[in-house]
């Protein structure tokens, strides 16, 4: 029994780490979309629309808060039957932007519908039952030896990048990297002609 306990876990473990990292790219855009749209909800037709879906009851709020999912799920299929048609950058292009319009959509609608829709109580108990999961898939992720080599990397570079700006902020950037700026942009003006 403990060796198939043993071949399950290890089986299912890449499938884990596949899914928490779709979780944390899919909470990363939920993040980007929702500080888009506060940006949006500055224009005054817009803040009065967001009073009116605050005010609404757990049923409507619910319909609104499914309404992006199933307006851009055809626009989705679409994009796959073009895929299918031999048009793969258009239909990957369409639904790379459907799933970040619709991601910046849900995400507002979601702060907006919040207090609502955990007035139904199976709601509540999903959202509660998702967060638990996925808080343990994440942070299983986060245990694991690539991550922490993953992270080191991005701490590396984000190390690089800090001492560059502030080496060019002082105007003391060395040679080599001026060179290579001065090479780029030669390049795209002869590219432009």
Known sequence: MKRLYTFRRRLFAP??????LFLIFEEWLW???????IRLSAF???RALERLICG????????VFLLPALMLFPVKLLALFA???????????VFVLAKIAGAAAVARLYTLTRPSLLKLRWFAW????????KERWVARLKASAAWRAYRALVDSVRERLRRWR??????R????????????SAFWRMRRR
């Open 56 to 63: 609404l009851g757990p049923a409507a709020a619910m319909a």
């Open 31 to 37: 993040d980007a979309g929702a500080r888009l749209m």
């Open 166 to 171: 502030a080496g060019w902020r002082r105007g």
């Open 173 to 184: 950037l060395s040679a080599r990297p001026m060179r290579v700026l001065r090479r780029f």
């Open 44 to 46: 005054p037709p817009f």
């Open 83 to 93: 895929m299918a048609r031999g048009h793969a950058i258009m239909g990957l292009s």
């Open 126 to 133: 999903l959202q509660g039952r998702f967060l638990a999961v």
């Open 15 to 20: 499938l884990v780490y596949l899914a928490a």
